[in-house]
T-cell receptor, first 113, second 119 residues
Framework: AQSVTQPDIHITVSEGASLELRCNYS??????LFWYVQSPGQGLQLLLK??????LVQGIKGFEAEFKRSQSSFNLRKPSVHWSDAAEYFC???????????FGQGTTLQVKP | GAVVSQHPSWVICKSGTSVKIECRSL??????MFWYRQFPKQSLMLMAT?????????EQGVEKDKFLINHASLTLSTLTVTSAHPEDSSFYIC???????????????FGEGSRLTVL
């Protein structure tokens, strides 16, 4: 069965510092991977996605993620965090044929001034 | 871009009443829509999958008689929480898959969510 694990429930970084949010997945075939961001009381916004090809994908708001098959990981990175990046981040995997998205537990990002 | 609108964004109701939440795809045809439930500080839990013109498929443990889902058109799906009770209070989020582009990749577009509070 598919599953997604985000090992870090809560992360605090200083504004301007770099950021890496971890995501590990379990899936038998080539996964479709996503990172979403959710502000309090809001829906989800897609940051980036990986379907195939280049394993380093660029997203919106300066985010990028790298797919590493050998490690079953899809970690999200940003070189310099802004205060507005404080939110909940979800990694998700899809099987494609059913369209179902399975979400990780989420990581809460707090940004210190 | 693909936009999904959810209404109402928040609703308060008395215990025992029913509440309907609408999910609309505004600029694309959503052959499949998904309903998620999110408890505070937790992840999204998939409740059901609805395909236009057919019965919804519910995830294990989700009461289909309590959470009625209708997907009567390619742009509208509704979730009705019947005989609501305080434990049904939650944040409900719908998502939709574009029938043209999302079929093979699973990319979904999300509504803004609806917060239900049952008194």
């Amino acid at each position: 069965a598919q599953s997604v694990t985000q090992p870090d429930i809560h992360i605090t970084v200083s504004e301007g510092a770099s950021l890496e949010l971890r995501c590990n997945y379990s899936y038998g075939a080539t996964p479709y991977l996503f990172w979403y961001v959710q502000s309090p009381g809001q829906g989800l916004q897609l940051l980036l996605k990986y379907f195939s090809g280049d394993t380093l994908v660029q997203g919106i708001k300066g985010f990028e993620a790298e797919f590493k098959r050998s490690q079953s990981s899809f970690n999200l990175r940003k070189p310099s965090v802004h205060w507005s990046d404080a939110a909940e981040y979800f990694c998700a995997v899809s099987s494609g044929n059913t369209g179902k998205l399975i979400f990780g537990q989420g990581t809460t990002l707090q940004v210190k001034p | 871009g693909a936009v999904v609108s959810q209404h109402p964004s928040w609703v308060i109701c008395k215990s025992g009443t029913s509440v309907k939440i609408e999910c609309r795809s505004l600029d694309f045809q959503a052959t499949t829509m998904f309903w998620y439930r999110q408890f505070p500080k937790q992840s999204l839990m998939l409740m059901a999958t609805s395909n236009e013109g057919s019965k919804a498929t519910y995830e294990q443990g989700v009461e289909k008689d309590k959470f009625l889902i209708n997907h009567a058109s390619l742009t509208l799906s509704t979730l009705t929480v019947t005989s609501a009770h305080p434990e049904d209070s939650s944040f409900y989020i719908c998502s939709a898959r574009d029938g043209k582009t999302g079929g093979y990749t699973g990319e979904l577009f999300f509504g803004e969510g609806s917060r239900l509070t049952v008194l």
